[in-house]
């Protein structure tokens, strides 16, 4: 590649930089993966504790609904509702990958029955992956009232 092209090409970029950057979805901009540990429920929540999320996932092909209560954001450089608002245009919000006895804890959890995620969100290329580390049963969660 001669010096004319390389210096047309860098031109180029600096250029569309900016309308690349203001063209992602909000909270993608990070592209950096996300340690989260993730409270809900599958399914059905017990009446008295109010959502922070509902989202739609998507596991082992088949979608799931999915009442957030808490997010704890345990590396990455943003808050919560950072991660609630970057979440929140998308149906389904995202896949859940992992073991496959992982998975399993997540598709069997009965309804109202608090569960605990902790794992890689990832952001890049319209995709958006949990990758799960672990599934747990959690602590009911405190009523606000």
Not at 77 to 93: D, G
């Amino acid at each position: 590649m001669t010096t004319r092209r390389r210096t047309l090409l860098a031109t180029v970029l600096f250029l569309l930089s900016p309308t690349l950057a203001e063209a992602r979805p909000p909270g993608a901009q990070q592209f950096i993966p996300l340690r989260l540990r993730i409270y809900g429920y599958v399914g059905e929540k017990p009446a008295d504790i109010p959502p922070l999320a509902t989202w739609v996932l998507t596991a082992v092909g088949k979608k799931y609904t999915f009442i957030c209560d808490k997010i704890d954001v345990l590396e990455g450089n943003t808050s919560y509702m950072n991660v609630v608002q970057a979440l929140a245009p998308y149906k389904p919000a995202f896949r859940l990958n992992g073991t496959k006895s992982t998975l399993e804890v997540f598709t069997t959890s009965p309804p109202k029955q608090r569960i605990l995620m902790e794992g890689v969100l990832r952001f890049g290329g319209g995709a958006r992956i949990l990758m799960l580390d672990h599934v747990t049963a959690a602590p009911p969660a405190t009523p606000p009232f």
